[in-house]
């Protein structure tokens, strides 16, 4: 499974729980719903730039020099 998949797996479980928590608690079932939208909105754009792929010409690790002939 990828790392989206898994991330957004986990941000589904954390908003079930936090909905059931507001239900126990007597939230009126409309906020709830709006709670649940606005959640499941933050979950995709926090999984898409925490698992976006990098570029290939934006690498982090640095190049050596070419090395010196051995002679």
Request: hydrophobic share 45%.
């Amino acid at each position: 499974m990828s790392s989206f998949g898994t991330y957004l797996i986990g941000f589904i479980i954390l908003i079930v729980g936090l909905a059931f928590a507001a239900y126990l608690l007597n939230v009126p079932q409309m906020w709830i719903g709006v709670g649940v939208i606005v959640l499941i909105g933050i979950g995709v754009l926090s999984a898409t730039t925490r698992t976006k792929m990098r570029d290939p010409g934006e690498t982090t690790t640095t190049t050596r020099p070419p090395s010196a002939p051995n002679g």
